[in-house]
């Protein structure tokens, strides 16, 4: 039976996304289908619209995504029909040089078939009316009433798990969390600084609290942004437009040092310095935000010594199957904060709406809501 579903569709950067009725592929292989529940509105979505990421189109955006298995391929395993799941976008083939160095977010068929738009299996799984093929953003394309994605890609979570926080968990929420947890060595008692304070560097917050961080200072040039950022955990708050974060990050750390870890979740060469400066020697940064691929960062020589440790994190270091259903339970329990970060739930026709507000900066989350 052919499956045809609403999906809002990207044709050019710097155009409005179109709704349109679009047909699903036949479900084969290990692929399953998940009709979509609640989609948030990422930046990095924002990214492909306005050209500085760029992707083969027409394509789905949306890569945050929680919904509940309806049909399930021949070869799928680990999830079944009527299973709430929140949605990866890091599938990995488990047996390349990466995947046997525990890097998923390297595999090779993942960084193969990503910049092409298409399904892991590379394979399209939508078409257009006319019958021309869709791509699908990040292994998803989550902006639609379905999506066919790899199983691996559904990650099974308790059913108590409201769709529209679950949707947070599969990209914001994760990068931010996994990149205080998985990729920082924060030690008890560390003093923490997370730049930008976005739905990544709230989560950051979060996990520099989960952790054990006893100084956690948040910086945005919003103060809103900072007041919940104090809400979800941060002990301190930094204006950027008002005060020198470097300066305040020298005087948490004993005889001026700097804080132990910064978590960069900006994305703006003025976040990028700033983490450098404020780390005390020997201290680790973790940069989270991203800039235009084709841009430089610039940094003074002098802020790099003391041995200072700098990684790149995209992901959080997540294994989706770990961590999903451990974030899911955090939420339930109340020791992770995800309402917080919703700003509006929307309809998928007012999708251009949200992404306007987005960025403007008035959004954490829109959560679009099928
Ligand atoms: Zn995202
Ligand atoms: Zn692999």
Redesign the pocket.
Known sequence: MTLSYRAAILHAPKTPLVVETVTAAELSGDNVLVRIKAAGL????LEVIEGSLRYPMPIVLG??AAGVVEAVGPEARGVGVGDHVVLSWNPHCGHCFYCDRDLPILCETYLTNGPKAIGFDGAHHAHRADGGELKQLMFLGAFGEYAIVAAEQAVPVPKALPFDRGCLLG??VM?GVGAALNIASIGHGDAVMVIGCGAVGLSAVQGARLAGAAAIVAVDLDDKKLDLAEAVGATMRVNAGREDPVAVARKIGKSGRGVDVVLEAAGNPAGFRASIEAVRPGGEVIWLGKTDVEHDVNFRWGALMGEKRIRRSSYGGTRPARDFPLLAQAYLDGRLKLDELITRHIALDQINEGFAALKAGEAIRSVVMF
């Open positions: 990422c930046h990095t979505d890569h945050e990209c914001g990068t």
